[in-house]
């Protein structure tokens, strides 16, 4: 008999089937949603680290290393939290290894993420604070594509409702995972009233993060990681509202659900950080570049850059490593390729006292040898001098 929905014409239907065979191998629509969204993160944070500097293709090497500690990470954080499916009475420990039956935690794939990115990142030579603004708004809009994976397997919804946008939830089938169960005539059974979307509601909001970082981001120049402090910010904060919606199954402390308690948290630490970092966004150029101009035409009032000498060199590898410049040095750079002298260091500003300091006892010497008229003329000689040059002795110190 089929359990018909309590539920108004208007309603968002949900997918009847979440996996396909291809051949032997299940294709399943939570993966490919997952997938979609590393794609979609690696394009942003591609554009925007190339924006900063970084050699094209930089993102591939972070992912190699981000994506699987994050699934890792992902994996580790629901374990942890979840430990009855998998240990103690009627647990199965080998559960744990199973991760495409789901089971991911958003806090353990960002920290893993993270720690991926931090390893890529110091390999590369790129400062790990510019990889992090890099990813800020892309990382909310893979959460968002996501989402959808759980709308396939009818999953993650909140409590019902009666209003138009109300979810069509279907129930799955537990000897066919991926399949809704179906009744007698073969039609799927949905379970009785309409739900909160709560997956869509947390898609739109993170769309939303994605569109408030980047928009802050271009009109304050965010850095020093306060980009991806601010999505933190803006994910926690929706993450803390719509997690009490949910109904699904979770460990609590006082009553409250778990990941409310864990939003809440990583939300202060962000915004503390947030609030006391300071500094302006950084750019990076490679530790190879030179600080020589390319030559220009004799006779020519326009400062001009030789394209065809760039044209004609091969492409350039992937640098050893970058340092961290301004951004008007960073402008600079782009439109002349003339890099910007490197700070002077304490070992270079004692060399020059040391090379007047070698200078002295020679005149002391030889003022030393002549009488004393010679003596009394010496202010005239060295003004003398200071006039001929057109400077005076404090130039040698620049």
Not at 83 to 96: L, R, S
Request: with cysteine; glycine share 10%; proline share 8%.
């Amino acid at each position: 008999m089929t359990l018909a929905s309590f539920s108004p014409q208007a309603a968002l239907p949900s997918p009847t089937t979440a996996v396909w065979q291809l051949g032997p191998l299940p294709v399943r629509a939570y993966a490919i949603c997952i997938i979609a969204g590393i794609l979609v993160a690696c394009l942003v944070t591609e554009y925007r680290l190339r924006q900063r500097g970084v050699a094209p293709g930089a993102v591939l090497d972070i992912a190699v290393w981000a994506v699987p500690t994050g699934i890792i990470g992902a994996r580790i954080y629901h374990v942890l939290t979840s430990p009855e499916k998998y240990f103690g009475a009627g647990g199965d420990p080998m559960k744990v290894f199973a991760v495409w039956e789901g089971g991911l935690g958003i806090w353990g794939a960002v920290a893993g993420g993270a720690l991926g990115a931090w390893i890529a990142a110091r390999q590369l030579g790129i400062p790990f604070a510019v990889v992090a603004d890099a990813l800020a708004p892309g990382l909310p809009l893979a959460q968002a594509i996501g989402r959808f994976g759980n709308w396939f397997n009818n999953e993650l919804f909140g409590d019902h409702t009666t209003l138009p946008w109300g979810l069509e939830v279907h129930r799955m089938d537990p000897d066919n995972p991926g399949h809704a169960l179906r009744d007698d005539t073969g039609q799927p059974i949905l379970e009785p009233g309409l739900f909160h979307p709560t997956f869509a509601y947390e898609a739109i909001w993170n769309v939303g993060v994605a569109a408030l970082v980047f928009l802050l981001d271009r009109k304050f120049r965010l850095g020093r990681g306060r980009a991806f402090a601010l999505y933190v910010m803006g994910y926690t904060a929706g993450r803390f509202w719509i997690e009490m919606m949910r109904t699904d199954e979770a460990n609590t402390i006082l009553g409250v659900r778990l990941n409310v308690w864990t939003a809440g948290l990583v939300f202060l630490g962000a915004l503390i950080y947030f609030l006391r970092v300071r500094g302006p966004r950084e750019y990076v150029i490679p530790l190879t570049a030179t600080g020589v101009p390319a030559a220009e035409p004799s006779g020519s009032d326009v400062s001009q850059v030789d394209l065809s000498v760039r044209e004609a060199k091969p492409r350039a590898a992937i640098p050893d490593g970058y340092r961290v410049v301004d951004e008007e040095q960073f402008r600079v750079y782009r439109e002349t390729g003339v890099a910007p002298a490197e700070p002077v260091t304490g070992d270079s500003e004692a060399d020059v006292p040391r090379a007047d300091a070698d200078d002295e006892p020679a005149r002391t010497e030889e003022s030393a040898g002549d009488d004393e008229p010679n003596r009394d003329d010496e202010p005239a000689r060295a003004d003398d001098r200071a006039g001929a040059s057109g400077t005076g002795p404090a130039d040698r110190e620049s």
